[in-house]
């Protein structure tokens, strides 16, 4: 039988590839396999970290940990309960527990929050046309009020550039600008970096964060990217058709 790309999907090999060229490490939130010596440094290096699935997806199985006077304060992304623990010990006796099934990651969390504190990132979608890599399209995923993760398939709502600007981060032409700069640098790099990967691959797309110094973090990047639960879901259908036409003269 042969192996399909799902087969593939590792969020640590992708992470290995991009920090090894320093065109995509700048924009690598700092991240490791976990496991009990890496959760105790890099919880308390981080004041957020974020636990995942390496092979996850659609935002499942994932686990915020904040540090906040003295507690850390848990949260799982298909539950609204939050969790408390008054030490170390005791947190990773539960987190090891929850986490054993699977290999997990532990990254740097990033505050990509708007200005009533909700979390966003930017689903990104990049296809090879002519032998080139290009952006096909950019949209921005809302997570509801107070959940930690972004998805649609998670209470999220997908919503254009635009809007996520002035409506949601009040930035000005000339910050709107400069993140769009670095969005697609951070976007190209990651595609030229991942994509000797998977050479039959002509489309991917990069999950990426903006933080409160409008600096953007790869948080990861898909090599079978859907468009259904995000770009078709946008109340405009241009980029979910433009990219359903770059699909179609993608290879
Ligand atoms: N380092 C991080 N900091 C903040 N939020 C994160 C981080 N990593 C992931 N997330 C949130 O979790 C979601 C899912 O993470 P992702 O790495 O894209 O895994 P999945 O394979 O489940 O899509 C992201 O869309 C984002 O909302
Ligand atoms: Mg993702």
């Known amino acids: 039988m042969p192996i399909t790309r799902a087969q593939v999907k590792s969020k640590t090999m992708v992470a290995y590839i991009l920090q090894s060229y320093d065109k995509t490490n700048i924009y690598l939130p700092d991240i490791e396999v976990l496991n009990k010596r890496t959760f105790e ?3 308390e290096k981080h004041e957020t970290v974020y636990l995942k699935p390496e092979r996850g997806r659609k935002s ?9 006077e003295g507690l850390y304060l848990l949260r799982k992304s298909e539950e ?9 010990t005791s947190l990773w006796s539960s987190v090891s527990k929850w986490t054993s099934h699977t290999r997990y990651v532990i990254q740097e969390g990033i505050n990509s929050l ?4 909700r979390y966003f990132d930017f689903r990104c979608h990049a296809l090879r046309i002519n ?5 096909g399209g950019v949209c921005v995923r809302l997570g509801s009020p107070g959940n930690i993760v972004t ?3 998670i209470g999220g709502t997908p919503i254009l550039l635009d809007s996520l600007f002035t409506d949601f981060l009040d930035y000005s032409k000339e910050d709107q600008d400069q993140v769009m700069e670095k969005l697609h640098d951070c976007i190209l790099n990651a595609v030229n970096v ?3 990967l998977y050479p039959s691959n002509w489309e991917f797309a990069v999950d990426i964060g903006l933080d ?7 948080y990861e990047v898909n090599n079978e990217p859907l468009i259904r639960g995000n770009f078709k879901l946008l109340t405009d259908q241009t980029l979910y058709k433009k990219i359903q036409y770059l699909r179609t003269i993608a290879k």
């Open 151 to 153: 998805t649609s398939h």
């Open 114 to 117: 708007t200005k009533d504190n």
């Open 194 to 196: 991942v994509s000797p």
């Open 60 to 68: 499942k199985g994932i686990i915020r940990i904040c540090r906040k």
């Open 212 to 218: 409160t110094d409008k600096r953007v973090w790869i």
């Open 80 to 88: 609204e309960l939050e969790y408390k623990f008054d030490s170390k």
């Open 41 to 43: 440094e890099m919880s």
């Open 131 to 135: 032998g080139e890599w290009v952006v």
